[in-house]
């Protein structure tokens, strides 16, 4: 029985749909971009589905409505009354994770040749986004601000001889923060893929040994699959949330210098 | 020692992190309980912040995990 190397990163690999060489030209209908095209399509039938403004809102409407007062309610509970403006990229960032992440953790492959690629398993993707999310905060505190917005740096009531030390330490930290906004969502789907599809290898290859041995840690692992599928969703529906919370908080203190 | 062996080794050490990890998630949801135990009132308000720490904990656990298979597999 070949029981074969697990190769778990296949999975994130980006091909061009038609063809097999990425070099003749840089612009390729890849997997990525399909499912990102899939992903839009989902979030705008889902809204448009939803956006009848009845008084007595349907089942599908107050869906609609849930997801957009749950983001509503991250913006203005962080940010404030100012925080509407700001409403239209957190939505669209949380939105946007969220239906990746789920509709790149639905069982498609059961399908032969449908493969799900989930979008935000690519730190590229949510590192543009956490980009964005930085350039937005970097935007609004100087535009804002001018330059009084570099007193972020100073926590209120720091001591003067302790500015020396502080400052360097709090620039750090905010210099991190795009790279640690976006490595969040990217590795928690990485790392929850990955564990799917070495337990999914486990189940297959336990088959394939046989016995009492290799069916026991057959089913064993494929109830832990089970679980870990089910973890996996929340995952994806946590990191979105905090995405959209970290973004809004960052937001905040771009918007009322702390 | 041959690659093949030092790839398992260092992966089971680098799967030692997501343990860790498991402290500190338990610590966050632990330390929650704790103070909603204390005052629900004031429980509800605090679950965000309760996500962004877990989010935080858990995100080590996962870059442990992501190393490890990274060690486990690469060629």
Not at chain 1, 142 to 168: D, E, M, Q
Not at chain 1, 197 to 215: I, L, S
Not at chain 2, 20 to 49: C, D, E, H, I, K
Request: aromatic fraction near 14%; hydrophobic fraction near 55%.
């Amino acid at each position: 029985m070949a029981a074969g190397k697990i190769d778990p990163m296949h999975q994130f690999m980006i091909a061009p749909l038609s063809g097999d060489q990425l070099a003749t030209t840089p612009f390729q209908f890849t997997n990525s971009a399909l499912w990102m095209l899939i992903v839009f399509g989902v979030i705008v039938a889902f809204m448009w589905g939803g956006l009848k403004r009845q008084l007595v809102p349907g089942r599908w409407q107050a869906a609609v409505e849930l997801l957009t007062g749950f983001v509503d309610n991250i913006t203005r509970d962080s940010i404030g009354p100012e925080g509407r403006r700001f409403l239209p990229w957190v939505f669209t960032a949380f939105t946007f994770i969220l239906a990746s992440n789920w509709l790149g953790a639905m069982p498609f492959g059961i399908v032969p040749a449908a493969h799900p690629f989930t979008v935000t398993s690519q730190f590229t993707v949510t590192g543009a986004m956490s980009v964005i999310s930085f350039a937005i905060v970097l935007g609004v505190g100087l535009w804002k601000h001018k330059l009084r917005f570099f007193s972020l740096f100073v926590p209120h009531g720091t001591p003067l001889a302790l500015t020396f030390f502080v400052a360097p330490i709090e620039f750090v930290s905010f210099m991190v923060r795009p790279f640690s906004l976006g490595l969040r969502p990217f590795i928690a789907m990485f790392a929850g893929h990955i564990l799917l599809d070495v337990f999914g290898n486990f189940v297959v290859q336990g088959m394939n040994a046989g016995g009492p041995m290799g069916y026991g840690v057959s089913l064993l692992t494929f109830v832990f699959a089970i679980f870990i599928g089910a973890l996996e969703l929340m995952v994806g529906a946590i990191q979105a949330f905090v995405f959209a919370l970290l973004t809004s908080l960052y937001i905040n203190d771009a918007v009322n210098l702390h | 020692m041959d690659l093949a062996s030092a790839q398992v080794l260092g992966a089971g050490l680098a799967a030692i992190g997501v343990g860790a990890a498991g402290v500190g998630v338990g610590n966050v949801f632990g330390s929650f309980l704790q103070g909603a135990l204390r005052n629900p009132a004031a429980a509800a308000g605090q679950t965000g912040t309760l996500y962004i720490g877990f989010a935080c904990a858990e995100l080590l656990g996962l870059m442990a995990f992501a190393v490890a298979m990274i060690i486990l597999y690469a060629r």
